[in-house]
C-alpha cells in the first residue's frame, strides 16, 4: 500500500514486492513491508524491488526509489504493518526446521495484522468450541441415547433433528445480537452467555442420570448445548469477516488460521469419543465437554474479539435498524418461530404430524421468500432448501442398523464405535480434501447447472453402497460392510457434498447486494439447513409408516425400499429443477443482470443502514454471517 515513483511511474503494494534493508536487495520475492533493525544509516527507509526476477537490479532500483518517511509515521499510516523474512529451503534434511520457521513467521503475521488477543480468540473459537466440541456433540450423541439412555432408533432420529435445529436459527441469532446491543456491545456478551448455558447443559449430561421416560429432557439439553456453538461460531465469523475486509493484505492467513483450528479440533474430538464410548465411559466423558464450552466466556468478556464498544454504551432495540430493513427481518423472525416449532412437534408429534407440519412450514417459507427477497435471490434459495428436503434422511435409524449388536441385527455390521465414529470421520475429511481440490482443477469453469447434475448424480450413486449393506447384497459377492461403508457414505457423498456446496457459495457471493452480505448469508444458510431439519421430519414419518423397528425384536425389512424412495428416487427431481432456479451462467461470469436487479432491490434498506452506521458510529451489519463465513 505504500505508492513510490520510479522514472515518474506510480508503483504500490499490488504491482511492487516491499522488502526492507540488505534482506530487500536480495529480492526474496516476499510481500510486506519492513525496516532494518540494525543502527544502520539506511534505518527508517523503504526498498522496494520490483519483481523477484529483478533483484539483480535491486541495489538500482533501491537507490531510486526510496521514501524518506520514519519509522513513526509509517506506523502511523500503517499500524498493522508486518516483516516476512524469506525462508530458505534446498534439502530434505531442513524440512523440520523449513515447517517451524513458516509456521513462527505465519503467527508473526497474524498477531501483526490482528493482535494477538484476537489470534487467541478465533484459536479458542474454532479449535475448541466449533472444532472439538461441535464434532464430540455430533459423534457422542449416538453412543449416549443408544447404549446409555437406550430409546429406539425411531426416537434417536427425533432428537437429531432437535440437536441440528439451532443451526436453521443463524438469521434470528444474528437478528437478536445485531439489535439488542448489551452494555453498547453485540457480541461479547452474547458469545459469552453462549458458552456459559453451553456448560451448564454439558453438565447436567455428565451428571444427570436419564432413561427413556426422561430421555426428552435430554434431547433439549443437547439442542442448548449445540446452540451455544452456533452463536460462538455465527458472531466470531461476523467479526474476522469484517477485520478480513480492513486488512486485505492479510489475503487467505484468516480462513487458514480458523480452518486449521476447526479440523485439527474435529479430529481430536473424532478419535477420542470412539474409544471412550467403546470403553463403556459414555455419560462420564462429557465433562470433556464442560470446558470446552465454558472457556470462551473468559477471553469474551476480556473483549479479545476486540469489538468496538457502541456509544452511547446502553442496552437497548434499535428500533430503526429493524425498520430500515423491515423485509429480511420478517422473515427471519418467522424462520426463528417455525423453527422453535418444530422442536416440540418433533418431541410430541406423531408422524403424520411430522408430515404437515413440515409439509405447511416449508411452503410458507418458500412463499415469504419470493414475497420478500428479490427473485433472484429467491430462486437460489428455493433450490438449496428443496435439494436438501428431497433427500430423505434417515440418519438415526441408519446409525442404529450400523452399530446394532448381533441380537438385533443377526450377521449385520455390527461396527464399533472406534470405527464409525473414528476411522469413518477421518477418511471423510481426506475425501472432503479431495472434493475441494477436485472443484477447483476440475468443475471451476463449468456451469451452474452442469455441476449441480453431476453432484446430483454422484450422490444417488454414493448411496446405492448403502443401499447394499442394508439389503445384505454384499455377502453373497464378498464385499466387506467396512469397504462398502467408507467408499459410498464416507467417500463419495463427501465429494459429492463439497462439489455441491461451493458452487452453492460462489452463486450466493454472486448474487449478494453490497452492505448486505452477511444478512443474505446468514439467511441463505438458515434456510438450507432448515430444509435438511425438514428432510429429518420427513424421514420420522417414513419410519413410522415403514414399521421400522430398532429394538429386538428388530424389524428393517422395509428399510431399503425407504433409502431408495429418499436416496435415489427423490433427489433425481433436483434435476429438472435446475433449469428454472439456478442461471445459465458459468461460475466465472459475472452475472451483470442479476446483481443490478438484487441491488436495485436492496438500494432504499441498504443506504438507510449506511447512513444510519456513520450517524451512530456503530460499525455491524444488520445480521452477522454464519456457515458459513465457511464459504469463504
Not at 328 to 336: E, K, N, P, W
Not at 361 to 376: E, G, I, Q
Not at 496 to 512: E, G, R
Amino acid at each position: 500500500d505504500v505508492d513510490v515513483d520510479v522514472d515518474g511511474k506510480q508503483y504500490d503494494g499490488e504491482g511492487m514486492l516491499a522488502e526492507s534493508g540488505k534482506e530487500g536487495l536480495k529480492g526474496s520475492g516476499q510481500r510486506g513491508v519492513g525496516f532494518n533493525d540494525d543502527n544502520s544509516e539506511d534505518d527508517g527507509k523503504i526498498f522496494v524491488i520490483a519483481t523477484h526476477q529483478q533483484h539483480t537490479r535491486g541495489n538500482t532500483y533501491a537507490d531510486r526509489v526510496r521514501r524518506r518517511r520514519t519509522r513513526d509515521e509509517l506506523k502511523t499510516d500503517h499500524p498493522n504493518w508486518f516483516y516476512e523474512k524469506k525462508i530458505p529451503f534446498r534439502k530434505p534434511s531442513q524440512l523440520p526446521s523449513y515447517w517451524y520457521q513458516k509456521g513462527r513467521a505465519f503467527l508473526r503475521r497474524m498477531t501483526g495484522m490482528f493482535s494477538f488477543k484476537f489470534t487467541v480468540m478465533l484459536f479458542l473459537a474454532y479449535f475448541c468450541v466449533k472444532g472439538a466440541l461441535y464434532a464430540f456433540l455430533d459423534s457422542a450423541i449416538l453412543p449416549y441415547f443408544q447404549k446409555y439412555v437406550k430409546v429406539s432408533g425411531e426416537r434417536y432420529h427425533d432428537y437429531l433433528t432437535i440437536a441440528s435445529i439451532p443451526w436453521s436459527m443463524k438469521a434470528i441469532f444474528g437478528l437478536i445480537s445485531d439489535n439488542i446491543p448489551i452494555r453498547g456491545y453485540h457480541k461479547m456478551y452474547y458469545i459469552a452467555g453462549a458458552g456459559i448455558v453451553s456448560a451448564i447443559c454439558l453438565a447436567c449430561i455428565a451428571t444427570v442420570s436419564f432413561d427413556t421416560r426422561t430421555s426428552n429432557v435430554a434431547a433439549i439439553l443437547f439442542f442448548f448445548s449445540h446452540m451455544g456453538v452456533v452463536v460462538v461460531d455465527l458472531l466470531c465469523e461476523g467479526q474476522y469477516a469484517r477485520r478480513m475486509a480492513e486488512n486485505p493484505a492479510s489475503g487467505s492467513d484468516v480462513v487458514t488460521w480458523v480452518w486449521g483450528a476447526y479440523m485439527l479440533g474435529q479430529m481430536i474430538a473424532a478419535c477420542t469419543v470412539g474409544p471412550l464410548s467403546d470403553a463403556g465411559f459414555i455419560r462420564p466423558m462429557f465433562w470433556i465437554c464442560v470446558p470446552l464450552a465454558g472457556q470462551i466466556a473468559i477471553p469474551a468478556l476480556l473483549n479479545f474479539l476486540l469489538e468496538k464498544r457502541n456509544n452511547p454504551p446502553v442496552t437497548t432495540i434499535l428500533v430503526g435498524k429493524m425498520r430500515s430493513n423491515w423485509r429480511i427481518c420478517t422473515l427471519a423472525a418467522v424462520m426463528g418461530v417455525i423453527t422453535i416449532c418444530l422442536v416440540f412437534v418433533s418431541l410430541y408429534g406423531s408422524g403424520i404430524a411430522k408430515l404437515v407440519y413440515a409439509i405447511v412450514s416449508s411452503t410458507l417459507l418458500c412463499v415469504l421468500s419470493f414475497k420478500l427477497m428479490p427473485r433472484a435471490l429467491a430462486k437460489a434459495n428455493l433450490y438449496m432448501f428443496l435439494v436438501e428436503v428431497l433427500y430423505i434422511q434417515v440418519s438415526g435409524v441408519g446409525q442404529f442398523f450400523m452399530t446394532a449388536g448381533p441380537e438385533c441385527v443377526p450377521n449385520g455390521p455390527n461396527f464399533s464405535y472406534v470405527f464409525f465414529q473414528t476411522t469413518s470421520a477421518i477418511v471423510e475429511a481426506i475425501f472432503g480434501g479431495i472434493g475441494v481440490i477436485l472443484f477447483q482443477s476440475v468443475f471451476s469453469s463449468w456451469k451452474f447447472q452442469s455441476i449441480f447434475w453431476v453432484t446430483t448424480c454422484i450422490r444417488i450413486f454414493a448411496s446405492i453402497f448403502d443401499i447394499i449393506i442394508v439389503q445384505r447384497w454384499n455377502l453373497a459377492i464378498g464385499l466387506s460392510d467396512e469397504a462398502l461403508f467408507l467408499i459410498g457414505d464416507r467417500s463419495l457423498y463427501k465429494i459429492a457434498y463439497m462439489l455441491d456446496f461451493m458452487p452453492l457459495v460462489i452463486l450466493t457471493s454472486k448474487l449478494c447486494p453490497r452492505n448486505l452480505e452477511s444478512t443474505v448469508y446468514a439467511l441463505l444458510a438458515g434456510f438450507q439447513n432448515f430444509g435438511q431439519a425438514i428432510s429429518k421430519s420427513i424421514g420420522a414419518y417414513l419410519i413410522e409408516a415403514g414399521e421400522i423397528r430398532t429394538q429386538v425384536p428388530c424389524e428393517f425389512k422395509n428399510f431399503g425400499t425407504i433409502m431408495t424412495i429418499g436416496h435415489m428416487v427423490l433427489p433425481l427431481l433436483a434435476l429438472p429443477l435446475t433449469f428454472f432456479l439456478i442461471p445459465d451462467n458459468h461460475l466465472t461470469d459475472d452475472m451483470r443482470k442479476e446483481v443490478e436487479e438484487v441491488a436495485q432491490y436492496f438500494n432504499a434498506s441498504a443506504n438507510s443502514i449506511d447512513d444510519e452506521r456513520i450517524e451512530d458510529g456503530d460499525e455491524n451489519m444488520l445480521l452477522e454471517n454464519g456457515d458459513d463465513e465457511d464459504m469463504l
